[in-house]
């Protein structure tokens, strides 16, 4: 019995560092693709965007989840108003940034 609970307990840490990925790993893998979805957001508004100031603002990164979740914020400098933040999410998925 102790044989097969011990197998078990393996069996499952294994599987979960299967999906194991650094929120910090996640960050830097998907940060050129959420500088460039926020440079065009910024384009389509007709505001400028400091992309060196973009950063992660959250990140969704449950172990039991395949698909990873960040979002990204960056502040918009649009004429005739007061700066902005701006926040796009990035679905990384099988070693993709989506």
Known sequence: MKKILM?????LSFSMNAFA????VLIQTCLADAKE??????DILGCK??????????V???WY???????????LECPNTTPYEIEKMIQYYDGKCI
């Open 49 to 58: 965007i400091n992309l060196d100031e973009v950063e992660a603002s959250a």
């Open 60 to 62: 969704d990164n449950r």
């Open 21 to 24: 990925t650094s929120d910090e």
């Open 65 to 75: 989840n395949p698909s990873k979740y960040i979002w990204y914020a960056g502040t």
């Open 37 to 42: 979805r926020l440079s065009f957001q910024a």
């Open 7 to 11: 197998a078990l307990v393996l069996g």
